[in-house]
């Protein structure tokens, strides 16, 4: 268990650090759409090796329409959005609103498969509504000195859309495939969507370093420890302790960027982080409740 929480853990680090290796690229002249771009191409060579060397190259032909909706959705919009969250809000808020997922799977589950609103998930998404009410009112990143504009939040709550999508449409393949195997064709679909939007710009040794980390350490090798993780700790434990992410993000964010928010901000980042948790916590405990149902003696 040890072990399964250090993988997880240093998963968290690995994501949390997106914000900071993308600031540097844009820092040095290379635009939210041209990262977005790099950060798909690198990360398939990554993930397309793996699949290659494992023999986990097959795929199911009728899932190639469903592949490609989630391959423009799951990598063009959300590498584009979660850019643009970056360049525009700061880091910090990126990760927070990032984090708006679950409750975007809860409502997308109402709408579109009638499922129950419980009570945990009903108030999840009103601290999520409520946090993003209070970050947007906080004027999100005090050290920018500028108010929080539209953008920041739209591509931000973007992104956290697009990240749900991990849980449902990402949650269906990962029963016929693994994540090198998911990747290997999902990413190139994702870069060939944001290639005609990209303007390539001339870059320097210190941009290729942070393009190369983006896509190495905080999308591959996050991935790798996030999954090795969950070989020695059970996926509701290790989501939880993945929220750890936009803590982390929020730190480096402070140290090396100098952004963070006020009081409102925190809080509403809270909210978001508390709701979270709250929705992980309703299914672990329905799966539980399911396993003991299942193993009940038959003279009960």
Not at 109 to 119: A, G, N, Q
Not at 253 to 264: D, H, K, M, R, S
Not at 272 to 296: F, G, M, P, W
Request: glycine content about 8%; some cysteine.
């Amino acid at each position: 268990m040890f072990t399964g929480y250090l993988f997880i853990i240093s998963a968290a680090a690995c994501w949390g650090l997106i914000g900071i290796f993308s600031s540097l690229a844009f820092s040095q002249g290379i635009q939210p759409m041209e990262v977005a771009f790099w950060r798909a191409v690198l990360t398939w060579i990554c993930f397309g090796t793996q699949a290659v060397r494992f023999g986990q190259t097959r795929v199911d032909l009728k899932d190639l329409p469903l592949l490609t909706v989630f391959a423009l959705f799951g990598i063009s919009l959300f590498y584009i959005s979660y850019q643009y969250a970056v360049k525009s809000g700061g880091a910090a808020l990126a990760s927070v609103l990032l984090y708006t997922a679950p409750a975007w799977v809860v409502l997308c589950s109402y709408f579109i498969y009638r499922e129950r609103l419980t009570l945990i998930k009903l108030l999840a998404v009103i601290f999520v509504i409520s946090g993003v009410f209070m970050i947007s009112r906080s004027g999100g990143n005090v050290s920018s000195g500028e108010s929080l504009g539209l953008i920041a939040l739209a591509s931000g709550l973007t992104a956290g859309f697009c990240y749900s999508l991990y849980y449902t449409v990402g949650k269906y393949f990962s029963k016929k495939y693994s994540a090198a195997n998911l990747f290997l064709y999902v990413l190139p679909i994702g870069a060939l969507g944001i290639l005609p939007f990209v303007e390539f710009s001339h870059k320097t040794m210190l941009a290729w370093v942070a393009l190369v980390s983006v896509s190495i350490v905080s999308t591959y090798l996050a991935n790798y420890l996030y999954y090795n993780g969950l070989k020695h700790l059970e996926a509701g434990r290790a989501s939880i302790v993945a929220t750890l992410e936009p803590v982390i993000a929020a730190i480096t964010a402070y140290v090396f960027l100098g952004e963070y928010f006020n009081l409102l901000g925190y809080l509403g980042a809270g909210l978001i982080l508390i709701a979270v948790v709250a929705t992980i916590y309703d299914k672990v405990d329905k799966r539980n409740a399911a396993d003991s149902e299942i193993h009940l003696p038959k003279e009960a």
